[in-house]
């Protein structure tokens, strides 16, 4: 998948019934239901997950890489998302982990929680130094930024400039193993170990930067059930690099863990795209000026909750803290002398609107295209409930107007034509 509407998430044909709740979940209204098949808008989809986490017919499958991979590069590098730790509730230590991510193949675990460092302190002088239009909110979460892109144009200029910690990993763990050991960027293949289809998309379709250091993604899902089987024969780390994971960074996963380790106390915390967009309505109408910064989560729990991790939110973050408190604190000292010279921890390309609602390129007949939306909603009995394929009647009508739906979609429309019919019959 590549190209500016490649996303991760697709419907699994042979599993969708088109119960439609995928479609009432989704809060981009990227969703129609055709023929008993769920199909995705891929301009209108912001990665956020609703619709696997709404689907009772496991209906949806993740476009991502594998360890088969590994085979395509010369030297590889993995970065576990900050969530990787918390799946293991066994309580292995950091470094045994790490050791056990070489053992599936890999040449250097290199963790996002290293980036997170650089990052806070940005974010915390960007936000004293009112860098930003305020409530400044959090790049953190792609879907986030996505949500933002298509529904809230306005809040663009609020959007944090700095690049995300895997993001910004990945870029230093390029360069740390090109310095150190003069391999070309095509030797080199970075994966990423993550917890969410919105990272996987980021990866191919990236937003605020030209092109992504990471090459493959593969969900947590898919290498737990490996590590967990190294694991149990494993008691001590095996090698110098085994170590990097930087456990004390590990809560900035945590909803507030961003605000809290910038040292930012005027902040909000949002988790779940649906609390997002409400807080979002909140900004637009001017009632949260006095908010210094917004961390926004598309998941509820923050990363935590990313569909493709393996625990329980809940105990996760339990997880989280106790390696936070007990985990050794050094780390593969060599990566420090190379990344105090690191700099790159800024969004390089402009962050722009989606246009996913244009009705015409015309301006005219975009307008008549309006007043045909607001006359066939009127005419639609209002209770959005979705039987036609579409969120909701006032979708419905729009999907009319662009031609890719009928009034005779709509089951009470069809009612009222039957019994017309019957009457004119017995007249
Ligand atoms: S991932 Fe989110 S935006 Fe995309 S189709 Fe599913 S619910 Fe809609
Ligand atoms: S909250 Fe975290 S895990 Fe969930 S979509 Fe956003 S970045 Fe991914």
Request: glycine fraction near 6%; include cysteine.
């Amino acid at each position: 998948m590549m190209g500016k509407d490649a996303h991760a998430v697709k419907v699994r044909a042979d599993r969708c019934t088109g119960c439609t709740r995928c479609m009432q979940s989704c809060p981009t209204e990227a969703i129609r239901v055709k023929e008993g098949l769920a199909i995705i808008n891929a301009a209108r989809c912001i990665d956020c997950s609703q619709c696997i986490e709404s689907c009772p017919f496991d209906a949806h499958s993740i476009d991502s890489g594998s360890l088969e991979d590994i085979k395509n590069f010369k030297y590889t590098i993995v970065i576990p998302a900050i969530t990787f730790a918390a799946q293991f509730s066994g309580g292995p230590k950091i470094d045994v982990l790490c050791s056990a991510l070489r053992k599936l193949g890999f040449d250097l675990v290199f963790s996002e929680g290293l980036a997170v460092d650089y990052l806070k302190d940005r974010v915390r002088e960007i936000v004293v130094n009112n860098q930003v239009k305020k409530p400044i909110i959090s790049s953190h979460c792609p879907a986030v930024i996505r949500l933002i892109q298509t529904k809230y144009s306005s809040l663009i200029d609020h959007i944090m400039p700095t690049g995300s910690p895997v993001d910004i990993a990945a870029n230093m763990a390029r360069n740390l193993i090109k310095e150190k050991y003069g391999y070309s960027d095509s030797d080199i293949g970075v994966f990423y170990l993550s917890p969410c289809p919105a990272r996987i998309t980021n990866v191919v379709n990236p937003i605020g930067m030209q092109e992504s250091a990471i090459n493959v993604t593969i969900p947590i899902k898919d290498v737990y059930g490996d590590v967990l089987r190294i694991l149990s024969g494993m008691k001590e780390p095996v090698s110098e690099f085994s170590n990097c994971m930087k456990p004390e960074n590990l809560p900035w996963a945590e909803v507030g863990g961003q605000a809290k380790m910038s040292g930012v106390d005027n902040y909000i915390a949002v988790s779940g795209i649906h609390e997002v967009a409400k807080v979002f309505d909140q900004i637009e109408m001017g009632e949260l000026d006095e908010v210094d910064f917004i961390e926004a989560s598309s998941c509820t729990g923050g990363c935590v909750g990313g569909p493709l991790n393996i625990e329980n939110p809940f105990v996760a973050q339990r997880n989280i803290r106790r390696l936070a408190e007990n985990s050794s604190q050094g780390y593969f000292q060599m990566i420090d002398s190379v990344l105090a010279q690191f700099k790159h921890i800024y969004l390089t390309e402009e962050i722009s609107p989606k246009q996913t609602n244009i009705l015409d390129e015309d301006f005219t007949k975009a307008i008549e295209k309006m007043k045909q939306i607001e006359e066939i909603t009127s005419r639609l009995r209002g209770l959005d409930c979705g039987s036609c394929g579409a969120p909701n009647c006032r979708a419905l009508a729009e999907d009319i107007v662009q031609g890719k739906a009928r009034m005779e979609d709509c089951v009470f429309y069809q009612e009222q034509q039957h019994l017309w019919r019957l009457e004119d019959e017995s007249e």
